[in-house]
């Protein structure tokens, strides 16, 4: 299995510009959490979907951001304005949702994102 | 809520030497625990959980760490560590019930020669 992929792995732009990251789940998994990672505020959960359904994301900082799963094998996660402070990693992860809780997440290598 | 704190943002150490990364969450309800291990400009990767059974959990690669319901801590230890586990180490907490985790700030493990 290939694992999480995400694309882009670096991405600058310019603020104001919309963004767009890209995440593909590691077949089979039916959860999908995007992550932000930034030196100040660490792993923030931005949003949660469960079999293609945001769950949970009272994480998604502003009307800014948003996410979506059209089916089970992609993702996006859309910043439109985007901002210099959106600058930071942005981590994709699935896993397979069984009892709750005890499911490990496999992280993407994640996407760089830059605003200047 | 739950929350986790990782009590050192750094660790250094020489090769060879032991190493604790200290982690204690605060829960009222039962948990399930994890450290994730993230190398530079990669993402998280599980090194090991505590779903249930017994309290002491090893990883692959020499890693363990305990599940200690009093102290509410989940430290994580190696006896002897190589320059190969510098990266920065992520513990992690899961509500009973919940599917949501919650991590901590992360703890950056340096190994010098």
């Known amino acids: 299995d290939a694992g999480v992929i995400q694309s882009p792995r670096h991405e600058v732009t310019e603020m104001g510009q919309e963004v767009t990251l890209r995440c593909k789940p590691i077949s089979g998994h039916n959860s999908l959490f995007w992550y932000r990672q930034t030196m100040m505020r660490g792993l923030e959960l931005l949003i949660y979907f469960n079999n293609n359904v945001p769950i949970d994301d009272s994480g998604m900082p502003e009307d800014r951001f948003s996410a979506k799963m059209p089916n089970a094998s992609f993702s996006t996660l859309k910043i439109q304005p985007s901002e210099p402070r959106d600058s930071a990693v942005y981590f994709c992860?699935?896993?397979?949702?069984?009892?709750?809780?005890?499911?490990?997440?496999?992280f993407g290598p994640g996407t760089r994102l830059t605003v200047l | 809520a739950q929350s986790v704190t990782q009590l050192d943002s750094q660790v250094p150490v020489f090769e060879e030497a032991p190493v604790e990364l200290r982690c204690n969450y605060s829960s009222s309800v039962s948990v399930y625990l994890f450290w994730y291990v993230q190398y530079p400009n990669q993402g998280l990767q599980l090194l090991l959980k505590y779903l249930s059974g017994s309290t002491l959990v090893e990883s692959i690669n020499g890693f363990e760490a305990e599940f200690n319901k009093s102290q509410t801590s989940f430290h994580l230890r190696k006896p002897s560590v190589h320059i190969s586990d510098t990266a920065e180490y992520f513990c992690?907490?899961?509500?009973?019930?919940?599917?949501?985790?919650?991590f901590g700030r992360g703890t950056s493990l340096i190994v010098h020669p």
């Open positions: 992690a907490v899961i509500r009973g019930g919940s599917y949501i985790p919650t």
């Open positions: 992860a699935s896993s397979f949702f069984t009892s709750g809780g005890t499911d490990t997440q496999y």
